[in-house]
């Protein structure tokens, strides 16, 4: 891991980390080989979808539409977009193959081209984190939701993005309170290497609600999704791989 205080050439970073890993997390996912997304964030993710009305939802940073067809399929009206051409057109080859009446669109979720309170509720899975400038989607984000409309974002979570031992010559409480750059290894999952590395964002938690509210937000609710306490018990590969708390989901509401 490297902690890092420079953003230069983030954006042009992502795109190029995103474009070679793609078939590996098509892979990743229609395979089912993520615990993580299996067992913990995509019901943290399903169980903020309110029941029992048919809503019109953005998936932002809908990567190869996996949460949009698991919504699609609870009976709401769904949209994707992503920045990485070769997972929307895989979502969208799997749409024409297997319609659940999802539109994709290829496209930055900072600054995109729905009309103004157009949906009912955004969620951001893993993608909030994935850019350097989150306020910007945020500002987004408010602009093209309904009134009491809301949003739930699901990323790592920021109070264990590093430990003191991490560090070097920083003082850990300067570090942790600083926006950082988070480069890590491939990606490891399911007992496949990802052909390249990955990086993101790290802003302390108290940033991250106040993006939030200083954009017309009302944070309602904070979770912090995890295993059932019976895995963390008996099952050997969670206790080595969810040893700390690892996820966190803001739910915040336009007012």
Same mark, same amino acid.
């Given at each position: 891991?490297?902690?890092?205080?420079?953003?230069? #050439?983030? &954006? =042009?970073?992502? !795109?190029?980390? @995103?474009?070679?890993?793609? $078939?590996?997390?098509?892979?990743?996912?229609?395979?089912?080989?993520?615990?993580?997304?299996?067992?913990?964030?995509n019901?943290?993710?399903?169980?903020?979808?309110?029941?029992g009305?048919?809503?019109?939802?953005?998936?932002?940073?809908?990567?190869?539409?996996?949460?949009?067809?698991?919504?699609?399929?609870?009976?709401?009206?769904?949209?994707?977009i992503?920045?990485?051409?070769?997972?929307?057109?895989?979502?969208?080859?799997?749409?024409?193959?297997?319609?659940?009446?999802?539109?994709?669109?290829?496209?930055?979720?900072?600054?995109?081209?729905?009309?103004?309170?157009?949906?009912?509720?955004?969620?951001?899975?893993?993608?909030?984190?994935?850019?350097? #400038?989150? &306020? =910007?989607?945020? !500002?987004?984000? @408010?602009?093209?939701?309904? $009134?009491k409309?809301?949003?739930?974002?699901?990323?790592?979570?920021?109070?264990?993005?590093f430990?003191?031992?991490?560090?070097?010559?920083?003082?850990?409480?300067?570090?942790?309170?600083?926006?950082?750059?988070?480069?890590?290894?491939?990606?490891?999952?399911?007992?496949?290497?990802?052909?390249?590395?990955?990086?993101?964002?790290?802003?302390?938690?108290?940033?991250?609600?106040?993006?939030?509210?200083?954009?017309?937000?009302?944070?309602?609710?904070?979770?912090?999704?995890?295993?059932?306490?019976?895995?963390?018990?008996?099952?050997?590969?969670?206790?080595?791989?969810?040893?700390?708390?690892?996820?966190?989901?803001?739910?915040?509401?336009?007012?």
């Amino acid at each position: 891991m490297k902690i890092r205080a420079s953003f230069k #050439n983030w &954006e =042009k970073e992502k !795109k190029k980390e @995103w474009i070679k890993n793609a $078939n590996f997390w098509i892979k990743i996912i229609r395979e089912n080989l993520d615990p993580f997304r299996l067992m913990v964030t995509n019901k943290a993710i399903l169980n903020s979808i309110p029941k029992g009305k048919k809503l019109k939802i953005l998936d932002a940073g809908c990567g190869e539409g996996y949460l949009c067809r698991l919504i699609a399929k609870r009976g709401h009206l769904v949209y994707g977009i992503d920045f990485c051409e070769e997972l929307i057109k895989a979502a969208q080859k799997l749409e024409k193959e297997e319609p659940l009446g999802i539109k994709y669109y290829l496209g930055d979720f900072r600054k995109t081209n729905f009309p103004s309170s157009f949906f009912d509720l955004i969620i951001s899975h893993h993608t909030l984190n994935e850019i350097p #400038n989150p &306020e =910007k989607a945020i !500002k987004e984000f @408010w602009r093209i939701l309904k $009134n009491k409309g809301k949003v739930v974002c699901l990323f790592l979570h920021p109070c264990f993005d590093f430990l003191p031992s991490d560090l070097k010559n920083e003082d850990f409480a300067f570090s942790y309170f600083q926006k950082r750059k988070i480069e890590k290894g491939p990606y490891f999952v399911g007992g496949i290497l990802s052909p390249v590395p990955y990086f993101y964002l790290h802003l302390p938690l108290s940033s991250w609600l106040k993006l939030f509210q200083k954009n017309g937000f009302l944070i309602a609710r904070i979770d912090e999704p995890r295993p059932s306490f019976k895995l963390l018990k008996k099952n050997k590969w969670w206790k080595e791989n969810f040893n700390k708390p690892r996820f966190i989901l803001i739910e915040a509401e336009k007012h």
